[in-house]
């Protein structure tokens, strides 16, 4: 079975600087910004310049894979998306008093396996994924016998699930996702699901209402299982998948620097 690819890479044109992973030193308080599944930093680059201007040290990697070519996420597995975050926590913890990891889609995700394994202070997760679960498409039960003849997944560009369609622009994702990754993705998710009792940091759980790519129910799903006694929920009624560039990315800004100025 053949699938036809599209002949660019990114979902936006971009230059290769901005797809590099970025540090931006505020304070002795580090934030860990992870960006989503085939994305890159600057998804996550407007939440990481407000909270540095707030006094925070701000660390945004690159995860193993990502920013090169589909064929180079090919080649990666959830663990290698793991060890960068790991890494770049590490990294962190060598510099700052305390460290908070916060990210978007499979970063909020990886977040959440750091705070269920490492010393976090905190977690934040956004339109994290929590369960395999919540993932419908039949292929998806399939998958470990299509990656053979389906090499890759290619997205609907025209369906966008953002208040604001604009905001594409502040996205670089890859345009066609490798299966193998699929399918890695929702072994991790499986991972997941067994260690969200084991977290007990504070957490913060925020999901745009909209969102199509990450069932909204996973939301509630993390509050339940979370072993943390200090967790919320907001929602963000306007906002599709990627909170952080989407119509209210002003007041998902303002509600991270809150909540973390409070512990």
Not at 8 to 25: K, M
Not at 77 to 104: I, K, N, T, Y
Not at 126 to 144: C, E, H, N, V, Y
Not at 218 to 229: E, K, M, V
């Amino acid at each position: 079975m053949a699938v036809t690819t599209p002949s660019r890479i990114w979902s936006t044109p971009a230059e290769p600087a901005e797809l590099q992973p970025f540090r931006l030193r505020g304070g002795n308080r580090g934030c860990l910004l992870l960006h989503g599944f085939a994305g890159t930093p600057p998804e996550v680059r407007g939440l990481g310049e407000h909270l540095a201007a707030a006094g925070y040290d701000v660390l945004a990697p690159l995860l193993a894979g990502h920013g090169l070519t589909p064929e180079a996420m090919a080649r990666t597995r959830w663990p290698d998306w793991v060890r960068s975050a790991e890494d770049a926590f590490r990294s962190l913890q060598g510099d700052c008093r305390e460290v908070f990891v916060a990210g978007q889609s499979l970063g909020g995700t990886l977040a959440l396996h750091l705070a269920a394994t490492q010393p976090v202070n905190g977690v934040i997760a956004m339109g994290a994924m929590g369960s395999p679960r919540f993932f419908k498409d039949w292929r998806l039960r399939l998958i470990g016998g299509l990656k053979y003849f389906v090499r890759w997944h290619v997205p609907d560009e025209t369906d966008c699930d953002l208040g604001d369609p604009g905001a594409l622009r502040s996205l670089h994702s890859y345009l066609r996702r490798p299966s193998v990754c699929i399918q890695s993705l929702l072994q991790f998710l499986r991972v997941i699901e067994a260690e969200l009792p084991r977290i007990s940091a504070p957490a913060l759980i925020l999901h745009g209402r909209r969102d199509r790519t990450v069932d909204v129910g996973n939301a509630p799903f993390i509050l339940d299982r979370i072993g943390s006694a200090d967790k919320r929920l907001t929602w963000f009624e306007g906002s599709g998948h990627t909170i952080t560039v989407d119509l209210e990315r002003n007041d998902v800004n303002a509600t991270v620097l809150s909540w973390l100025r409070a512990h």
